[in-house]
Structure formats: C-alpha cells, structure tokens
C-alpha cells in the first residue's frame, strides 16, 4: 500500500524540485546502494552483489533498451533555451529542429528536454556529456524512446 501511495507522487514537487517516482527490482535498489556506498570508498562486507556497472555499460542497462538516437535530458535549468542545448552537444552530430524543452500544461519548463541524434551511435557518444552542467545544473542523460520524445514534443515551447 505505501508503494502505491507513493507511486502517485510521481511528477511532482518537492519543494521547488521536480521530483520523478519509479517502481524498480529489488536487485535494482541493492545495486544503487551498493554504487553508492562503493563510491564513497566504503564496502559493506554483507553484500554479495556485482560492483556497480561501469559507465558505458550503465548506457544499456539504464533504461533496459536498445541503443536510440533519442536522449532524454532531465535536471537543466527552467529557463534554458534550444540554443544552449544545441552549444551543450556542440561535439556531436544532432538534429537542431529535434530538440524539445518539455513543459507542464500551464507552460513552465519541467527541467526536461528529448534530443534527437543522426544515428543511435551518435547518441551513445554524446552520452559522455551525462552528469555535466548548463550553467549551475548538472544534467542527466538517459536514452529515450520516440513515443516519448512525441509525447513531449506536444507540450514543449516553440
């Protein structure tokens, strides 16, 4: 039952955050605990797990998919532009008139914004630029599906 309560928390706030509730495995919850205490150094002796999965290797088990030539990017700035999407991927080959901030029925950004690449490898090399900042926000990248990205093309500003 708190699962379910919680499960409609999603795409919410909390506070001035937006805030994005999953349901996941069991193994998938031992596995982030388990980076994150190998990231600070520290091992917990009880666990028997798998140590956390390299960077290019979290690219396909992140979202369990194929590659895509879509990137979902999440935690930019309310107000960025197209324009500093574009400067952000400058290295890479993507699509200008593909990229689309997402917003919420009222018109306020959501913090997201889907990137459409010229092939799925293009997309797997820019995801390097995963965890790095526009402005004072560090990005997430995640591969995205074109449902998706249709979904919030809908609703993006022009």
């Known amino acids: 039952m ?3 309560f919680a499960l409609q928390r999603d795409r919410q706030n909390m506070g001035r955050r937006y805030v994005e509730v999953f349901r996941c495995k069991k193994q998938d919850y031992y596995n982030a605990v388990a ?6 150094g520290i091992y917990d002796d009880d666990y028997q797990g798998s ?5 290019s290797k979290r690219f396909s088990d992140k979202e369990q998919m194929d590659y ?11 107000l960025v532009t197209k324009s500093q ?5 400058k290295d890479y080959k993507l699509i200008e008139g593909r ?5 919420r029925p ?3 950004a ?15 090399r820019a995801m390097f630029k995963d965890k790095m900042t526009i402005g004072s926000r560090y990005v997430e990248l995640f591969p995205s599906t074109p449902d998706e990205a249709r979904r919030a093309e809908s609703r993006s500003r022009q």
């Open 51 to 55: 140590p956390p999965p390299s960077r």
């Open 68 to 78: 895509t030539e879509i990137l979902k990017m999440r935690g930019l700035p309310f």
């Open 106 to 108: 009222d018109g306020k």
């Open 110 to 124: 959501t913090g997201e914004a889907y990137v459409e690449f010229v092939s799925p490898d293009e997309a797997k």
């Open 2 to 4: 708190q699962v379910e």
């Open 35 to 40: 980076g994150e205490i190998n990231y600070e």
């Open 99 to 103: 990229v689309h901030i997402a917003c």
């Open 85 to 89: 999407i574009i400067d952000f991927f």
